[in-house]
């Protein structure tokens, strides 16, 4: 059979209320344009974001009302703790309430102030938890990764020629740690291969230098390299985890991507002395070490989720249908990020609507159209979000790249669903060249896309 189907049953809905163009048009201009005012009621297909949007299933419904909520050494805690350690296999695990707790703790206790981290791309509140210690983020990701159009079965590795001249440059010393991030979220959801895992490893080793990888969408990672990886068709998708994780002196992890959990994430690692450090500031911020930031039956949660993530067949269905997404709009020439990646579509909104410069927001602009076009809510990752102001000069810099993100929530929508996106991608690109930019009227000093408003400007 060549139809991959959902390999699921739905017995709970969830109803969405259907919206007229109309309603739509005046709903986003009350929202001043930005996406992020609408309320989730009035869109139809959400794909703002994969992170703590999944459906979860019957099994974990059922441990959440299994979960122990005792403040100390729950049960909860314990089964937890086993699916980390069956998967990730490093020794010391320390929940947290979500991915960017953990990276918190971890880079407050490893970097200072002229420190240099490099990661192949920092995801933003990694990049964010970096800086906060005085630290710099360095994206290090192989040249074709910073090329939406190119094509590579591994976008996400590291440039590892780079990585040894970084560390030549700014000496060992002053490198508290190596990270990379599987799948590569902030370069398109590209994986990166065993091969060059294991290559980071090896120097970051052979430096003295610990290496991190932030596992948030590890499976989706490790399916990818069962695809198209040598000597992997016939590998399990837990040999493949563990393979990689074996590589690593630990991880941060969201498990509100590949946990298929609505909330929590942890922090896991080897050496015995770095943990109990950071056991002392989860205590200051999290909660005790046996829950963290979480409940007991979200513990629960995440380590059914674990296990069932890895599932082939889940993960089969869930690589093709964003596959199938980005190959149906880029037929049809929509400009895509080649090729398509685990989580996410990202539309290169630079390409496909030339006529609106950088600094008139066009992937905010396209994002506006999708929504108007079919209740359709997709993030903007562009000027908006990564260009800067300066409010002493009114200038303004634009991004590198003008994308719109699709991402695509795990075990949440259908297959109609997703084709009824595709029409509604290519309808808005019939009509490109009626696009009109945006003129941001009012900005916060930092984060701005979040609060930003607009409004359109005239053709
Ligand atoms: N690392 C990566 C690669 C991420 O994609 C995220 C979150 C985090 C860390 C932080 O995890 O949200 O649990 O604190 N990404 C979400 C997204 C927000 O929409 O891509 P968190």
């Known amino acids: 059979m060549k139809t991959i189907i959902e390999p699921f049953r739905i017995k709970m809905v969830e109803p969405m209320k259907m919206t007229s163009r109309e309603e739509r048009a005046k709903l986003i201009e009350e929202a001043r344009y930005n ?70 703790i971890l880079f407050s206790n490893l970097c200072k102030d002229g420190d240099v981290v490099p990661n192949n791309t920092h995801f933003d509140t990694t990049r964010a938890n970096v800086e906060y210690t005085g630290a710099e983020a360095r994206d290090l990701v192989i040249p074709e990764g910073r090329v939406p159009s190119e ?35 902030s370069g398109g959801g590209q994986p990166v291969s065993m091969e060059n895992i294991r290559m980071v490893s090896e120097i970051a080793h052979s430096n003295g230098i610990p290496f991190f990888l932030d596992a948030c969408r590890f499976a989706e990672n490790a399916y990818f390299i069962k695809l198209r990886e040598d000597g992997y068709s016939d590998v399990s998708m837990m040999d493949i985890a563990n393979e990689i994780f074996s590589y690593a002196d630990g991880c941060t992890m969201s498990a509100k991507k590949d946990g298929l959990a609505n909330m929590g994430g942890f922090l896991a690692l080897n050496d015995a002395e770095l943990a109990e450090s950071c056991r002392h500031l989860l205590i200051l911020t999290e909660g005790f070490t046996t829950y963290g930031g979480m409940a007991g039956r979200d513990l629960d949660a995440v380590a059914t989720g674990l296990r069932e993530v890895l599932s082939e067949d889940y993960l089969k269905y869930r690589i093709s249908s964003t596959d199938y997404l980005g190959r149906k709009i880029s037929e049809n020439g929509v400009p895509i990020m080649q090729p398509p990646g685990g989580h996410a579509i990202y539309i290169d909104a630079k390409a496909m609507l030339p006529r609106i410069p950088p600094l008139q927001y066009p992937a905010q602009a396209l994002a506006v159209e999708l929504y108007i076009e079919a209740g359709i809510r997709a993030v903007e990752i562009g000027t908006a979000m990564f260009g800067k102001y300066d409010p002493e000069t009114g200038e303004e810099t634009a991004a590198p790249m003008e994308l719109l993100r699709l991402a695509i929530p795990r075990r949440v929508y259908t297959q109609s669903q997703i084709e009824y996106v595709i029409e509604a991608i290519l309808n808005v690109m019939e009509r490109k060249d009626s696009i009109v930019g945006l003129k941001m009227v009012k900005q916060a000093p930092f984060l701005r896309h979040f609060t930003a408003e607009y409004e359109p400007l005239s053709d």
Not at 35 to 61: C, E, H, N, P, Y
Not at 66 to 88: H, L, M, T, W
């Open 35 to 104: 996406l992020f005012f609408l309320k989730a009621r009035d869109v139809m297909i959400d794909l703002l974001t994969d992170s703590g949007t999944s459906a979860m299933s019957s099994d974990q419904w059922s441990a959440v009302m299994r979960g122990d909520e005792a403040y100390a050494g729950s049960e909860s805690y314990f089964r937890f703790e086993q699916a980390v350690r069956d998967i990730y296999g490093f020794e010391h695990i320390i929940p947290t309430h979500q991915g960017r707790a953990a990276e918190k």
């Open 151 to 185: 094509i590579h079965p591994f976008k996400g590795n590291m440039d590892i020629d780079a990585l040894q001249r970084t560390i030549d440059e700014v000496g060992v010393d002053n490198i508290p740690l190596i990270m990379l991030t599987i799948t590569n979220n």
